[in-house]
């Protein structure tokens, strides 16, 4: 009879066992699946759909034909706004890349700085980011205007008659620019998260050794902080290629599509000329330029990035 109740026993806590070791691997998967079936619903589905379309003539109205690549074939050899929205969106993107860097990290400097109410300029700093992107661009138009604009208006207290910015197709990409560099806010944070983490001691050591600022900043900030520049880089690099707002916004691609970004192409052949295997087949061209440039940055890390853990491990 005692061994019927322990074998019962036993039965019992093995069922018992099982079924916490059951729910407690499910339970995360329930945590995460929002995300995975947002990111399968919302954008690896819609990715691979995009690729499909691209290889079809796809009128949002109307039958659709398998056309293979004729949709790239026209796109580099019979499309001339393909070439000059490309080449607009790489000027943008050589200007952009570089001062958004720089300034995200200067402003990031100056934040880390230890002067009183340090936590209300930073949140003052911190506050265009949040600002939409239709909004930033109505305030833009009104800094930028040729007749009553503020930036003219303080131009003309030091003898200079600025250009009528919008509607130059000389100043337009720069206004472009200038306004794209509003938004520092969320690099400018990730820099000063890794000014944080510099270790004081080394920038101790090297004042004892008689370093000045100077060679600080260029051999410990610098290293120290290449990992974050890395990746500020990358997703700078690849705002610059998706840059639409504020162009559509502000001058709609003109004059004389001195601001027509490539996103506006893409953006103009799916939703003003409805064809959007054509548009596909630019998205994807679009695509393979980020990951190539992605690439050839990643592979140039080596020679730049400096990890302190790898260097342990050496």
């Known amino acids: 009879m005692s061994t019927e109740i ?71 050899t019979n499309d001339p706004y393909f070439w000059s929205s490309l080449a607009v969106t790489v000027k943008f993107a050589v200007l952009f890349v570089p001062f958004n860097l720089i300034i995200a990290l200067f402003l990031a400097i100056l934040l880390n700085q230890k002067v009183k109410a340090m936590s209300a300029f930073r949140t003052i700093f911190y506050l265009p980011s949040v600002i939409s992107g239709v909004a930033l661009a109505m305030i833009w138009a009104w ?9 003219n208006y303080f131009l003309s207290f030091v003898g200079i008659n600025g ?9 337009a990409l720069v206004a472009m620019v200038i306004a ?27 004042s004892i050794d008689g370093a000045g600022k100077v060679t600080k900043f260029f051999k410990i900030t610098i290293p120290m902080l290449s990992p974050i520049i890395l990746f500020n880089l990358i997703m700078t ?9 504020l162009a559509l916004v502000l001058t709609g691609g003109g004059p004389l599509r001195s601001t027509y970004f490539y996103a506006m192409y893409v953006y103009e052949n799916a939703f003003k000329y409805f064809k959007m295997g054509y ?7 679009m695509f393979i330029i980020v990951l190539g440039l992605t690439f050839i940055v990643f592979k140039s890390s ?11 491990n050496k």
């Open 180 to 206: 794209s560099l509003w938004g520092q806010g969320t690099m400018m944070l990730i820099f000063l998260a890794g000014l944080k983490n510099i270790p004081q001691n080394l920038y101790e050591a090297a």
């Open 279 to 285: 548009s596909s087949a630019n998205a994807w061209f």
């Open 237 to 245: 690099i690849i705002a610059a290629f998706q840059q639409l707002t």
């Open 6 to 76: 322990s074998t019962n026993v036993s039965k019992q806590t093995v069922l018992q066992t099982k079924k916490k070791f059951k729910w407690g691997s499910i339970i995360p998967f329930l945590f995460i699946s929002p995300w995975v079936i947002g990111f399968f619903a919302f954008t690896f589905g819609p990715l691979l759909f995009s690729l499909v379309i691209s290889f079809f003539n796809w009128p949002i109205v109307g039958e659709t034909k398998f056309v293979g690549f004729q949709n790239y074939i026209e796109m580099f």
């Open 163 to 171: 250009p009528d910015w919008l509607n130059d197709p000389n100043w």
């Open 302 to 312: 080596t020679m730049w990035v400096y990890y302190e853990g790898e260097m342990k």
């Open 143 to 151: 800094v930028f205007s040729g007749e009553y604009g503020i930036l």
